[in-house]
Each structure stands twice: as structure tokens, then as C-alpha cells.
T-cell receptor, first 114, second 113 residues
Framework: GENVEQHPSTLSVQEGDSAVIKCTYSDSASNYFPWYKQELGKGPQLIIDIRSNVGEKKDQRIAVTLNKTAKHFSLHITETQPEDSAVYFCAARLLTGGGNKLTFGTGTQLKVEL | KAGVTQTPRYLIKTRGQQVTLSCSPISGHRSVSWYQQTPGQGLQFLFEYFSETQRNKGNFPGRFSGRQFSNSRSEMNVSTLELGDSALYLC????????????FGPGTRLLVL
């Protein structure tokens, strides 16, 4: 099955700095890679995603890059703000037997300090 | 458009009991997936339903089951609860034609004593 590794587990940055979170996946058949933000007491919120036919995608301060050859993808947050503080999860989707499931990384606790 | 709703939000049970959790997907979404989130194991896939049929299942014991109704609402059931079943149970829905894009509900926090 698919395995997703995520680093770092914690990340502390100063407000205004950039933050980068990296993930690797094991199954080359995975074709969809979403990123979720989870705040305390809430469910994961989809913030950006990328499909395997695209190398990079950007949405305002958030961008995701995908390297299919190396099987890794990264989340980039620029000009970080205190409200960016949360746990971020990467995931990979493997289309199996007509259904689809997401395999998640272990999460990154991002803290943006004033 | 309303998001995914889950009920109840919090639940306390004792070992050996059973529990049923409910999920209402976003209007128009036909696929519902369930995940278990724990500090030790992270987010793990339980099962996926589409058009009242389970089409994918994770590596959980048979005590975990689910179903989907004709209006796409879904329930999951855990029988003979164990302490290790304490977790946040998350439901996610997606629409036909874009099923990989999953939107999560707030979850049901289950505590087993």
C-alpha cells in the first residue's frame, strides 16, 4: 500500500517568514496530492491540492510543488501570519479497485511567532 | 452551501458497548469516506461509500462497519468498544466527477472508558 512521510513534525517561524513542509510517497500510481490544515477542535480543511500532471500550483500565499520522479511534494507558505498556526497534513490518493482513499502524512505543527 | 455535518460531536462510552456515528455530506455529494484520527496512529482510512455501496475498506477489524443511505447520509458503527477506539472520527464527502477532492466534517470525538 501507499506510505507517506512528512517532515518536519514541528516548525516554528517568525511572522512574515516563509514555511516549507515536505512529503514523500511510495506508490508511483498515486495521482492526487492534497494539503489540509487542521486547527484545534476542527476537522481538516483543504487548502490546496495538486494532480500528477501538474508540477506546481499557487493560490495567493500558498504553493505546492510536485516532483513525480523523486516522488515528493512540498507545501510553501509565504509571508506567514499568526493565523497560519495549525497542524498541516499532506496526503496522497491511490485509486484502488474503483474507489479512492487518502493516505496521510503524520502532520506538521506550524507555529508562527510574533 | 452547508458543509459536512457529523453527529454527535462528543460521545463517552464504556468498554464493550457499541456506538453509531452519523455523517451528512455536502448537498449533492455522493461519496462518503470515514477516517479515524488518533495521536499515535494519525489519520487512518476506515472505508468509503458511494451510492450505498462500500467500495473501499481500510485495515480495521470487523467491529468497524458502516453504511450509506439513498440520500447519501452515512453511519458508521463500532461494536464491542475497546479503550483503543478512543479517537476523533472524521467523515469526508466528495462529488461525483471530482471524488478525490474530499471535504471533511468537524468529527465526532469518542472517548471509551
Amino acid at each position: 500500500g501507499e506510505n507517506v512521510e512528512q517532515h518536519p513534525s514541528t516548525l516554528s517561524v517568525q511572522e512574515g517568514d516563509s514555511a516549507v513542509i515536505k512529503c514523500t510517497y511510495s506508490d508511483s500510481a498515486s495521482n492526487y496530492f492534497p494539503w489540509y490544515k487542521q486547527e484545534l477542535g476542527k476537522g481538516p480543511q483543504l487548502i490546496i491540492d495538486i494532480r500528477s500532471n501538474v508540477g506546481e500550483k499557487k493560490d495567493q500565499r500558498i504553493a505546492v510543488t510536485l516532483n513525480k520522479t523523486a516522488k515528493h511534494f512540498s507545501l510553501h507558505i509565504t509571508e506567514t501570519q499568526p493565523e497560519d498556526s495549525a497542524v498541516y497534513f499532506c496526503a496522497a490518493r491511490l485509486l484502488t479497485g474503483g474507489g479512492n482513499k487518502l493516505t496521510f502524512g503524520t502532520g506538521t505543527q506550524l507555529k508562527v511567532e510574533l | 452551501k452547508a458543509g459536512v455535518t457529523q453527529t454527535p460531536r462528543y460521545l463517552i462510552k464504556t468498554r464493550g458497548q457499541q456506538v453509531t456515528l452519523s455523517c451528512s455530506p455536502i448537498s449533492g455529494h455522493r461519496s462518503v469516506s470515514w477516517y479515524q484520527q488518533t495521536p499515535g496512529q494519525g489519520l487512518q482510512f476506515l472505508f468509503e461509500y458511494f451510492s450505498e455501496t462500500q467500495r473501499n475498506k481500510g485495515n480495521f477489524p470487523g467491529r468497524f462497519s458502516g453504511r450509506q443511505f439513498s440520500n447519501s447520509r452515512s453511519e458508521m458503527n463500532v461494536s464491542t468498544l475497546e479503550l483503543g477506539d478512543s479517537a476523533l472520527y472524521l467523515c469526508a464527502s466528495s462529488r461525483r466527477g471530482d471524488e478525490e477532492t474530499q471535504y471533511f466534517g468537524p468529527g465526532t470525538r469518542l472517548l471509551v472508558l
